[in-house]
């Protein structure tokens, strides 16, 4: 398990633009960073090239705990974007079987996740038909139904309302009270204790 | 159950579900193999001659229709992030998508082109030569197919570049399917341009889904 990710020297570029460079700072086990920093400034690309999606200018990425950095990701980590990795035209029941299934959930945890974030009313509708806040709890509700370490997540709250900004408040706190660790893109201030590292600054 | 027969499941679903499976390529192959004779002539001596090589030549044609949303539409909606974040390797992943496109399109085209072959006027004697030609073919036509539409990634009028990146690599097994398929007619067997096309294929599946990994990471990145 992942106990603690260390961004050494980290220098983004995208096309001809350097977003940032010489970033350094740790996320602990039990810890939550929350990255602010203007539109634009490299929040959604520091948080891709943790998840290895994309290849820093200079820098490294570690993880401790775990021997191999890309089996550290392909068996510690999640990651939810602004996108949510759903497809319109299937149900929401199938595509969070998919994912959660994807990342190593089974049965017992995806009806524990559909229990928590209240999505039995919601399964049998197509995904397009749902709004944005309860397609974003579908793509959070792999968070439950898959436990794994390290949560990356780009402005995870955005589409919600506050009854369920508290709600996954909650289930910060509770992952963050298990050892696990935490890493969010937001512009408004996550419903828990986190520590704020600004990029671009 | 394992990840990536969940993987082939979602893929196959994908496929029935939104672009009909192999429908709209039936359909096409069905209109190409009609629309031929009636350009050519009636004469069934005639017909019967080249029904093999249209029959193999639609198919190939067919074999692009698809290709264009096969990664297009996971990197549209953030799904090849997941794609990539998941425990089997990003190459594992494109070799599983590949085989779903084959099944659902290349797999039904393959047993329609005996079929067409035969209504056209070929021998029924040829059918099973035809039938592993297509087999073949529509294996190798997917994986390179997918290789063509993950280098498209992100581009706009994908699938004319998928086109373009891809017929030249449809070339070879269209002339080893093509020899087999004479040399068949003409009572000789067919067995060294099947095997041509057989080893095309092999070769096609074991190494397109390097450059497919290769490519979507590119695009991700």
């Known amino acids: 398990m992942i106990s603690l990710v260390q961004i050494e020297a980290l220098a983004i570029r995208r096309g001809e633009r350097l977003l940032f460079e010489h970033l350094d700072f740790t996320v602990a086990a039990g810890e939550a960073v929350a990255l602010t920093g203007r539109n634009g400034a490299g929040k959604t690309s520091l948080l891709r090239a943790v998840a290895g999606l994309l290849r820093p200018a200079a820098g490294t990425v570690r993880f401790a705990g775990v021997e191999d950095a890309d089996e550290a990701r392909a068996t510690g980590l999640h990651l939810i974007g602004h996108l949510d990795g759903l497809k319109g035209g299937r149900t929401a029941r199938e595509e969070l079987a998919f994912a959660a299934r994807w990342t190593g959930a089974d049965a017992a945890g995806l009806a524990s996740a559909a229990e928590t974030l209240e999505l039995a009313r919601l399964l049998d509708l197509e995904v397009r038909k749902l709004s944005a806040g309860q397609r974003r709890r579908v793509a959070l509700a792999r968070l439950v139904a898959a436990p794994r370490a390290l949560w990356l997540l780009d402005e995870p709250l955005a589409p919600l309302d506050s009854v369920w900004r508290e709600r996954i408040g909650g289930l910060m706190a509770a992952h963050l009270a298990g050892g696990g660790l935490m890493l969010a893109a937001v512009h408004d201030p996550l419903p828990i204790p986190a520590r704020a590292v600004e990029i671009g600054a | ?221």
């Open chain 2, 1 to 221: 159950m394992s990840p990536l027969l969940v993987l082939l499941r979602r893929e196959l679903a994908l496929a029935w579900g939104r672009g009909g499976g192999p429908l709209p390529a039936l359909a096409f192959y069905a209109g190409i193999t009609t629309l031929l004779p009636l350009a050519i002539g009636p004469e069934p001596d005639r017909l019967a001659v080249i029904a093999p090589g249209i029959a193999w030549l639609a198919l190939a044609l067919a074999s692009l229709l698809s290709l264009e949303r096969l990664f297009e539409r996971d990197h549209e909606d953030g799904t090849l992030d997941l794609l990539a974040l998941g425990g089997p390797p990003l190459e594992a992943v494109c070799a599983v998508k590949a085989l779903a496109q084959w099944l659902a399109t290349g797999l039904p085209l393959a047993l329609a082109a005996p079929v067409a072959a035969v209504m056209l006027g070929a021998p029924p004697s040829l059918a099973p030569v035809i039938v592993l030609c297509a087999l073949a073919g529509s294996l190798a036509f997917a994986f390179v197919g997918g290789m063509g539409a993950a280098l498209a990634l992100g581009s706009r009028r994908g699938g004319l570049l998928i086109a373009v990146i891809v017929l030249p690599l449809f070339a070879p097994p269209v002339i080893f399917g093509g020899g087999a398929l004479s040399q068949a007619a003409s009572g000789l067997g067919g067995t060294s341009g099947l095997l041509l096309l057989g080893a095309w294929a092999a070769v096609a599946v074991a190494l397109s889904p390097l450059a497919m990994a290769a490519a979507c990471r590119n695009a991700l990145d």
